[in-house]
């Protein structure tokens, strides 16, 4: 469970992140030379329904070692 950092609520999670006028999307990576070296994964968003802060995360933190 994600709480909201401001208000304290419970943030909805597991909602992705949508680029309007691109199919590309959001790709995290680590620093390094080579073009898609050490992606971490796909980002997730949680959201608070009372105040709206948005949360950027990913779930598997093994990626980052």
């Known amino acids: 469970m ?5 208000c304290k609520t419970k943030m ?6 949508k680029v309007e006028g ?3 999307g959001i790709v995290m ?3 390094d ?3 898609f ?3 971490i994964g796909k980002p997730k968003v949680a959201i608070c329904p009372n ?11 093994k990626n980052l070692e």
Do not use: P, Q
């Open 51 to 61: 105040c709206g802060e948005v949360s950027i995360y990913v779930e598997n933190t």
């Open 12 to 17: 909805i999670e597991n909602c992705s992140i």
């Open 29 to 31: 990576a680590t620093d």
């Open 33 to 35: 030379k080579r073009l």
């Open 2 to 6: 994600r709480e909201c950092l401001r």
């Open 22 to 24: 691109g199919g590309y």
């Open 37 to 39: 070296a050490n992606r």
